[in-house]
T-cell receptor, first 114, second 115 residues
Framework: DSGVTQTPKHLITATGQRVTLRCSPRSGDLSVYWYQQSLDQGLQFLIQYYNGEERAKGNILERFSAQQFPDLHSELNLSSLELGDSALYFC?????????????FGPGTRLLVL | AQTVTQSQPEMSVQEAETVTLSCTYDTSESDYYLFWYKQPPSRQMILVIRQEAYKQQNATENRFSVNFQKAAKSFSLKISDSQLGDAAMYFCAYRVLNSGYALNFGKGTSLLVTP
């Protein structure tokens, strides 16, 4: 158990809908990262937050957004969902977000868009 | 662009034997970090081992060790005394020091362990 929690574990929804994925980092970790794992794209970095502020952006679509709250949990919002958004979404956390730090991954949220 | 290549989509090893998973990466940076993550059927991403590029000594964690060849940009993972629980997808990942914070992952190698 990495100490990173993600809810829900599974999510099934329809095209055009909006969903919110939630992540709670390890105790004491200030930085949260979101990754998407799909069959065709592999593991891709989406976005990073540090202590409530956006720090880095990767291949995140404009239909997707995220935020980190004062209690340091983070939410990833996916809107206007398409079939191709079906994937496993991971949240990871690290203490300060420095590039020398190890990122610890949560169990993931499996999203299926029908 | 920084790329990580795992040229072996699948590997197989017998229990108690040794197997080596390959990884190469492409970068012009001199300071970076390399990682191996394991993803078992549960889909959890578990850190196996990490290597700092400035360290010449290869990292070791129990039965897991790496062969880091900086000039060749190669970072292979050796698993000794393989166990059934080692069966998983293994991902090599790379991260540049002080230049971005994302992990760049390879496509993964699926390891099968046979009794």
């Amino acid at each position: 158990d990495s100490g990173v929690t993600q809810t829900p574990k599974h999510l099934i929804t329809a095209t055009g809908q909006r969903v919110t994925l939630r992540c709670s980092p390890r105790s004491g970790d200030l930085s949260v990262y979101w990754y998407q794992q799909s069959l065709d794209q592999g593991l891709q970095f989406l976005i990073q937050y540090y202590n409530g502020e956006e720090r880095a952006k990767g291949n995140i679509l404009e239909r997707f957004s995220a935020q980190q709250f004062p209690d340091l949990h983070s939410e990833l919002n996916l809107s206007s969902l398409e079939l191709g958004d079906s994937a496993l979404y991971f949240c990871a956390s690290s203490v300060g977000g420095g590039s020398q730090e190890t990122q610890y991954f949560g169990p993931g949220t499996r999203l299926l868009v029908l | 662009a920084q790329t990580v290549t795992q040229s072996q989509p699948e590997m197989s090893v017998q229990e108690a034997e040794t197997v080596t998973l390959s990884c190469t990466y492409d970068t012009s940076e001199s300071d970076y970090y390399l990682f191996w993550y394991k993803q078992p059927p549960s889909r959890q991403m578990i850190l196996v081992i990490r290597q700092e590029a400035y360290k010449q000594q290869n990292a070791t964690e129990n039965r897991f060790s790496v062969n880091f060849q900086k000039a060749a940009k190669s970072f292979s993972l050796k698993i000794s005394d393989s166990q059934l629980g080692d069966a998983a997808m293994y991902f090599c990942a790379y991260r540049v020091l002080n230049s971005g914070y994302a992990l760049n992952f390879g496509k993964g190698t699926s390891l099968l362990v046979t009794p």
